[in-house]
């Protein structure tokens, strides 16, 4: 199972074939058992054709005049077109059914798998007829399709016949080539993508093993997660064609979002995988990969980039596609990382491209969120008032209280105050001395704190950059979360009432003060709860007192804080 990333059952039927042992399996019920019944009739089937072909290419005239002859053309050796089970399907009506039919094998079959078609009479004849073929096999190495090549130049004849779907062959589930590429895959950490069968067999003949097709389809996600079983890294190889490869980018996300890393390798125009590896060799092959390759969501920016050129509007839809790339990598740390040097080549401010990520992630969630319905409601902004939206529920009010210190220290801790006549003091040391009374209870909130309390001790201001390369990545999910805006103001309200709403930054006596006291009013609150369970269980007089008296004094507390956070607010 580890070797070949097999699953159990898997596991035990290749070994079982391998040394012809009968492996006895459960009984299923009837319709289980002639399900599996027509899946192996299928690969049976296949599994025929291919050796039909392969032999007709081999040991008929017409195979080799044709058929082998464009191959040997293609550079293919005897030993590579014996491993990829090569063939030529005869340029004749019923070759391969007529054959099938009188080996017993039955016409449902040869129809369902594609390798014959029915005529309106009922008749049959070859899907293939005329064409090199590619035979595609499955993880485990059974053939379950294939793709047929023309060699005609007429242009009404399509140049690739590939098998319909069937219930052994659903073509978004299949990578050509990854059978023999897998082991390569594994001991690479590595798998490289391209288009079609003959970059695949020529990469591979150079002795570059770890090579796949998608066969002339969209990536899907089935695909990358077949790659993700044996490596987190893919290099796409793409030819010269920009125009097909800008197309082909939108379709990359995937990756990203299945937790993979992307890199690009173009080639010089006219050239593709199969072209380039005959014309430079293996070592020529790999340095032009090595000299070439880029990240794909720095690449995507340049290409996008330079496509738009001074266009203002053009730029900021390249700068959301990029963001929206990003948005899709679920690891924090790597996200930042992509940021910060796409804040260089897109010259944007950093802190803007994250406000920009953080409203993506908040939307997914949101959305998300509505289709859950496991008891997180929503609330729904009314374009009457001027409703904010906070788009996660948060486990307990103590820690959005505690949050929002985070915020602000994000935001503003590198400002200085500028009210009630305090001079040369920043923000950031200021709330942390007047927070020293807190003890913070959410355990990622307070290693930030002390974090950044350590920093102050030793005269530096941190700033958003030293949390978001930590290497917590606790912290550095609360650093992102907290630095985009976490609410976001009904789009109608001033379109509707014509009536500013202020700006937090234009009263930062009552953003910081109020951050503060808002905390300590819920800390004080908790106290009060707690004095009063415990008043309620005292026996003894004395202990009335003492606790009456912390109570008062509480009160008194609150109290202060309650007039002190009236006075600051609505200042």
């Known amino acids: 199972m580890e070797l070949e990333k097999f699953t159990y059952p898997e596991a035990l039927k290749w070994l079982a074939k391998k040394y012809s042992i009968e492996v006895e399996e459960t009984i299923d019920a009837p319709e289980d058992r002639e399900a599996d019944n027509r899946r192996e009739s299928l690969m049976i089937v296949s599994g025929y054709a291919a050796k039909f072909f392969h032999e007709s290419l081999l040991d008929t005239d017409e195979g080799k005049s044709i058929g082998l002859s464009y191959f040997k053309e293609r550079g293919f050796s005897n030993d590579t077109i014996k491993k990829f089970e090569l063939g030529y399907s005869p340029d004749q009506w019923e070759a391969f059914t007529g054959q099938a039919i009188k080996q017993g094998y039955q016409e449902e079959f040869l129809t369902e798998s594609g390798l014959s078609v029915k005529r309106d009479n009922g008749t049959l004849y070859d899907r293939y007829r005329g064409r090199v073929m590619f035979p595609i096999h499955n993880f485990t190495g059974r053939v379950i399709a294939f793709g047929g090549r023309t060699l005609k130049s007429d242009k009404n004849v399509p140049k690739y016949v590939n098998s319909p779907e069937s219930e052994i062959y659903h073509k978004s589930n299949v990578l050509y080539g990854l059978y023999f590429a897998k082991k390569a895959i594994r001991d690479e950490d590595n798998c490289y993508l391209v288009e079609g069968y003959a970059d695949v067999i020529s990469v591979h003949q150079a002795g570059i093993e770890n090579v796949v097709a998608s066969s002339g389809t969209s990536l899907t996600v089935e695909q990358v997660r077949l790659i993700g079983r044996l490596t987190k890294n893919i ?28 890199k690009v390798v173009l080639f010089p125009d006219g050239h593709d995988p199969d072209s380039y590896v ?12 090595e000299d070439n390759k880029k990240d794909f969501i720095l690449y995507k920016a340049n290409l996008l980039l330079k496509e738009a050129g001074n266009d203002p509007i053009k730029k900021s839809e390249v700068i959301r596609d990029i963001v929206e790339s990003i948005a899709k990598i679920p690891d924090s740390i790597k996200a930042s990382v992509f940021i910060k040097e796409c804040s260089s080549i897109l010259k944007i401010d950093e802190r803007a491209l994250l406000t920009e990520l953080n409203k993506m992630r908040q939307a997914k969630a949101k959305k998300d969120g509505q289709q859950y319905s496991g008891g997180r409601e929503m609330i729904t902004p009314v374009d009457d008032y001027p409703v904010v939206e906070d788009y996660v529920q948060e486990p307990t009010e103590t820690y959005s209280q505690e949050k929002e210190i985070v915020r602000v220290l994000l935001l503003y801790g590198n400002k200085m105050i500028d009210w009630d006549g305090i001079a040369n003091t920043y923000i950031g040391p200021f709330m942390i001395a007047e927070l020293g009374d807190v003890d913070f209870e959410h355990p990622t909130i307070k290693t930030f704190i002390e974090l950044y309390g350590k ?22 999910d609360l650093a992102v979360t907290q630095i985009a805006t976490r609410y976001t103001l009904s789009e109608n309200w001033y379109e509707m009432h014509k009536i500013l709403v202020n700006d937090e930054q234009d009263n930062m006596k009552g953003t910081v003060l109020g951050a503060i006291f808002h905390l300590k009013m819920h800390k004080v609150g908790k106290m009060l709860d707690n004095l009063r369970d415990e008043l309620q269980k005292a026996t003894s007089d004395e202990d009335q007192d003492i606790l009456l008296t912390q109570y008062m004094r509480m009160k008194k507390v609150e109290k202060t804080i309650s007039d002190y956070l009236g006075s600051v607010i609505i200042k």
């Open 235 to 262: 290099t796409i190889l793409y030819d010269g064609d920009a125009a097909g490869i800008k197309a082909s980018l939108r379709g990359l996300d995937i990756i990203l979002e299945e937790g993979l890393n992307v």
């Open 455 to 476: 920093e102050v001790e030793n005269g530096v201001l941190p700033e958003d950059q030293y949390f978001i390369h930590q290497q917590d990545k606790e912290i550095v």
């Open 278 to 289: 005959r014309l430079m060799g293996t070592a020529g092959f790999k340095k032009h990969i």
